[in-house]
């Protein structure tokens, strides 16, 4: 099946600075997003991505797909981005239903 | 709006017992239906899909079983729980085509099976 890297696993940071969190995929996707999971266990859908730009916020991601990786940037961080965050994707080809092969993720914390 | 409702939320069984968590969703037809379990806090398994009512898809070998009754129903069962079937279930929906599939994921069940 399809391998998702995310790097790094762990990352600490100051209030206020930026980040970036990559997703690295060993197979065309069809279909790619990222999810943060708050302390409590919620997932919340951040962007669906499969390739090029987008920004809600402090938020942006990039996907270059014919390079098959993906960038998420949180920039002015808060206390409240501190969780998981999570690349999952969908392999290109046949049927799709939404299945999603999820990263390892990577842990934020944000200090006051 | 689409909701997505998920039972219970902590889970103590023991070992051989039986299992039955559920999950509905409110607000849409004919989604897609997944059930995931994650282990030790970091990436999530997709267990089993389903694309309608009485359709079920199963990703891994395993000591459970699913089913949809109805078209926003989806339940995980178990005949006789295992020790490694402790995780954190999450069902989650999602509709394809223009909108790509977002995903909109339950609560999420903790299962300890000791």
């Known amino acids: 099946g399809i391998q998702v890297e995310q790097s790094p696993p762990d990352l600490i940071l100051q209030e206020g600075a930026n980040s970036t969190l990559r997703c690295n995929f060993s197979d065309s996707v069809n279909n790619l997003q990222w999810f943060h999971q708050n302390p409590w266990g919620q997932l919340i859908n951040l962007f669906y991505?499969?390739?090029g730009t987008k920004q809600n916020g402090r938020l942006s991601a990039t996907t270059v797909a014919t390079e098959r990786y993906s960038l998420l940037y949180i920039s002015s961080s808060q206390t409240t981005d501190s969780g998981v965050y999570f690349c999952a994707v969908e392999r290109a080809g046949g049927t799709s239903y939404g299945k999603l092969t999820f990263g390892q993720g990577t842990i934020l914390t944000v200090h006051p | 709006s689409q909701t997505i409702h998920q039972w219970p939320a902590t889970l103590v069984q023991p070992v051989g017992s039986p299992l039955s968590l559920e999950c509905t969703v409110e607000?849409?037809?004919?989604?897609?239906l997944y059930w995931y379990r994650q282990a030790a806090g970091r990436g999530l398994q997709l267990l089993f899909y389903s694309v309608g009512i009485g359709q079920i898809s199963s990703e891994v070998p395993q000591n459970l079983s699913a089913s949809r009754p109805q078209d926003r129903q989806f339940i995980l069962s178990s005949k006789k729980l295992l020790l490694s079937d402790s995780g954190f279930y999450l069902c989650a929906w999602s509709v394809g085509g223009a909108r790509g599939y977002g995903y909109t994921f339950g609560s999420g069940t903790r299962l300890t099976v000791v």
């Open positions: 991505i499969p390739s």
């Open positions: 607000g849409t037809s004919n989604p897609n």
